[in-house]
């Protein structure tokens, strides 16, 4: 069954460490997202790619960076975490004629 | 901003009793789709109506759209208690359909 994966799914670390959020999706989107959501808040989107080679920043200003070597994976790293980044981290992905989006567990940050 | 707004922010109901959540935005759409998140979870896809429909029904979702009101309304019929959980409303941008932006939801608690 298509799917969209997202690890790790919970993740507790101290100020300045890097970190990679990974998603890959199996249903051969070409779109993909991130979002930031904080508990019982509206999603905020961070980045967004078309495709291979192709990636935006969303309107939520982030210290994150992502890349899309591959189509089925849109990771999402952080060179220094820091407090503020303690939030829910969502990865999404639809394809490029349907709106619907699909998305994945979630990776619930915490920086200590 | 183009963020949707939903209204109410919390419903709690008897399972049975119908269920209505609305949703409001700022600028043209291409269209609007609702989603439901359980527990701080992924978002579920529920619905979509296009700019140019009024009216969608699935199962017991009934979704209608006004455009000169710019607002959307979820209607669950005979609610269930695995209805609990929070909906969105999510909307594109005219100018940019690559960029979705979800309000910040309406909780709905719905009792056994």
């Known amino acids: 069954e298509a799917d969209i994966y997202q690890t790790p799914r919970y993740l507790v670390i101290g100020t300045g460490k890097k970190i990679t959020l990974e998603c890959s999706q199996t249903m051969g989107h070409d779109k993909m997202y991130w979002y930031q959501q904080d508990p019982g808040m509206e999603l905020h989107l961070i980045h967004y790619s078309y495709g291979v080679n192709s990636t935006e920043k969303g309107d939520l200003s982030s210290e994150s960076t992502v890349s899309r070597i591959r189509t089925e994976h849109f990771p999402l790293t952080l060179e220094s975490a820091r407090p503020s980044h303690t939030s829910q981290y969502l990865c999404?992905?639809?394809?490029?004629?349907?709106?619907?989006?699909?998305f994945g567990p979630g990776t619930r940050l915490t920086v200590t | 901003s183009q963020q949707g707004e939903e209204d109410p922010q919390a419903l709690s109901i008897q399972e049975g009793e119908n269920a209505t959540m609305n949703c409001s935005y700022k600028?043209?759409?291409?269209?609007l789709q609702w989603y439901r998140q359980n527990s701080g979870r992924g978002l579920v896809h529920l619905i979509l109506i296009r700019s140019n429909e009024r009216e969608k029904h699935s199962g017991r979702l009934r979704v209608t759209l006004d455009t000169s009101k710019k607002s959307s309304s979820l209607l669950i019929t005979a609610s269930r208690a695995a209805d609990t959980a929070s909906y969105f409303c999510a909307t594109d941008a005219k100018s940019n359909f690559n960029k979705f932006y979800f309000g910040s939801g309406t909780k709905l608690n719905v009792k056994p």
């Open positions: 600028t043209s759409i291409n269209n």
């Open positions: 999404a992905s639809s394809a490029v004629l349907a709106p619907e989006q699909y």
